[in-house]
């Protein structure tokens, strides 16, 4: 069993910049990370990917904008995300799972972009 804790949600400007974090209570090094997000009133949406040879995904909406990574050694895998817009507006979840089936999820962290 793995337990996922996320932080590093805030409220920032258009355009400002925020990096996630997301702590596992176990080793990652076999895990696929990722995260999803989820805007009021709409589903929850996945975001990014990386797995466990460190090959990285992202949705097109965040292509170039956001990146993921991880770090084996301090169990924590990372959201980074640059010129934030007000449609990023939603919680972030981050989540694990072998092979990307994510077995396990956090419990989000809030992040609010203005206009």
């Known amino acids: 069993q793995v337990q996922l804790a996320e932080s590093g949600g805030d409220s920032v400007q258009d355009g400002g910049s925020l990096k996630l974090s997301c702590v596992a209570s176990?080793?990652?090094?076999?895990?696929?990370m990722g995260w999803f997000r989820q805007a009021p009133g709409k589903e929850r949406e996945w975001v990014a990917r990386?797995?466990?040879?460190?090959?990285?995904y992202y949705d097109e909406s965040v292509e170039g904008r956001f990146t993921i990574s991880k770090d084996n050694s301090k169990k924590t895998s990372y959201l980074q995300m640059k010129n934030l817009k007000p449609e990023d507006t939603a919680m972030y979840y981050c989540?694990?799972?072998?092979?990307?089936?994510?077995?396990?999820w956090g419990q989000g962290t809030q992040v609010v972009v203005s206009s």
């Open positions: 990386i797995d466990t040879i460190g090959l990285t």
């Open positions: 176990g080793s990652t090094w076999r895990y696929c």
């Open positions: 989540a694990a799972g072998v092979g990307c089936a994510w077995d396990y």
